[in-house]
């Protein structure tokens, strides 16, 4: 039902990995696509790649120029020395190699759960379930679970949901929530799945105290 209303907008991953699924710029784009619009770390993704598209000239690479190549991205001075970071690191610990196992994942600077699950999704086609605010907010609001944190999300996700569906889901909910189940302002009367949402329904009838929004 998702599928009937999706739109026609590519997330930043999606494109991206369509044009390199190189785990290594799976993993950069991540880092960089934090509080960013898409369009924003799509364009400073390809900037950087264009120049440094390793660990080893990411690592050697001058901090200002990677700030200029990057600047399209919130906190551009911070990712910048983040990125760099994790390049040494890779270089230093893994040989100039992402690692593929969730743990090792997590060893690396400025890699949360989320991050770690993108690049098991998008950069090594392992299933996971990468769950940002979209999938958070989405799957609470259908009631599917009923969670504080996206990291419980994704335990209930991954307890519930078969391992087949759990590639595409990402995707499918982040162009969800970016155009149709909003944060603020959701499209509730014109959503497929209004008669099988309890926050939807109850923000139609006013129940919520929201239905003027
Ligand atoms: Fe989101 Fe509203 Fe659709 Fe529920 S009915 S999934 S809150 S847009």
Known sequence: MLESKAPEAVTALDELSEESSDPFRVLISTILSHRTRDANTTRASRQLFSVYATPQSLAEANPEEIERLIKPVGFYRV?????????????????????????????????GRKTANCVLVYGFGQPAIPVDTHVHRIMNRLGFVSTKKP???????????????????????????????KPIGPRCPECDLLKHCPYGRARISGTDGSATR
């Open 79 to 111: 990712k910048s020395r983040k990125i760099r970071e994790v390049a040494a690191v890779l270089l230093d610990r893994f040989g100039g190699r992402v690692p593929e196992r969730m743990e090792d994942l997590l060893s690396l600077p400025s890699v």
């Open 151 to 181: 990291e419980e999300t994704e335990s209930q996700l991954t307890n519930m949901l078969d391992r087949r569906y759990w590639l595409e889901l990402n995707d499918l909910l982040v162009r969800f929530g970016q155009e149709i189940c």
